[in-house]
């Protein structure tokens, strides 16, 4: 059985001038459009591929100098290789390289083609379906589990394009079982579906520099007393933090309704900005979606009640819980509410508090309607989502 890649490097390619990466068995490239993910795809593809398109002058990194480079490590310890210029391209290194299939976003809206010529034989027979392109991709992976397909990468470009929710998870579950079954899956993705907190070490982050140029990191691996506790508590809302260029951690309901409306009333938009307001389910919980964020390298402040008057010790158990916050995120990234978000906000009583909040709050339209401290938190999370600190 072929051997499946082990690690890649691509230099002078696109925005990739010099990119290292170590796929897994499931590997899922995350990060803003225009980071380069597609582009990772691509020269992947254009390592694996004798029927790719030749680099073209536009494909070489601005400034590069030289050919553009793309190897691969096997698993086995094999290297392949490709050298492209924009005359022609030569293949260097050895080793066989393992069997590869490309299915690019444009060809998911009528029928299912994958890029470059027919597939390898293994996996043509089932794209032999009519309908949706989106469909038949989920009906190609029930078949090649059904025939045991093994030893081939399996690029996908946005594999949740025209599915609804449900086919997305299906879809996603059906990618995992294929990577049991000895293949390789690497997809790019903007939709938290294809994105598991259990399996962080499946992530490969995908930015750009302020020079233009694609860099990647990988998220540490959660403990295993902490997967289990996020697993438990990221629901698919909570899991859109892995896409956002910041977050706000909140205690409930009440904070996260009122928050968009404090970002308007002081010039803002949170999904303009691509900050996410996470409600965590109470104080304890923003512990873990904390160390989530720790782990991926998100820009994030947490927001909670100090559960005191000001000037006085909160209770023993209460103050366990604020220590505990503070020694994850950070004195620098912990806004410690006094006595409590209601206090701050001057809402009085505790029935209807969510709605309460948000009608409130709805009718703020400037700066001055906004509490000073509530207002420093909008304003810190636009400058970390902005790329400041």
Known sequence: MTQPLHAVRVRGFRSAHDVSFEPGPVTALVGEAGSGKSSLLLAVWTLLSEEAELVKTSDVTVGHRGPVRIEATLAGGSVVGVEASPEGRDTVGFGEAPSAVFFPASQRAERLVPAGAAPPQAVSAALETSGSGALALVAAVETWLGERLRGHVIMIEEPELFLRPHAQRRLYR?????????????????????????????????????GGETRVRRPSRLAEVET???????????????????????????????????????GYDADAEGISIVECGGKPNIVVIAEVCNAVGLPYLVVHDRDAEPGR?????????????????????????????????????????????????????SPGDVPPELAEVVLRAVTLARGGE
Do not use: C
């Open 174 to 210: 059906l990618l995992l079982n294929l990577a049991e079954m000895g293949n390789q899956v690497i997809y790019s993705t903007h939709a938290s579906t294809f994105l598991n907190v259990a399996r962080l070490e499946d992530l490969v982050m995908v930015e750009r520099d302020p």
């Open 228 to 266: 289990f506790r996020a697993v438990s508590e990221f629901d698919a809302e909570r899991s859109e933090l892995l896409l956002a260029r910041a977050a706000v951690l909140v205690e409930g309901r009440t904070e996260k309704l009122v928050f968009p409306f404090l970002f308007r009333a002081l």
């Open 313 to 365: 010790r909160p209770i023993a158990s209460e103050r366990a819980v604020n220590d505990a916050i503070e020694h994850v995120a950070g004195s620098q990234r912990t806004v410690e509410l006094a006595r409590d978000f209601e206090a701050v906000a001057q809402l009085h009583g505790h029935r209807h508090k969510p709605d309460r909040a948000s009608h409130w709050f709805a009718l703020a339209t």
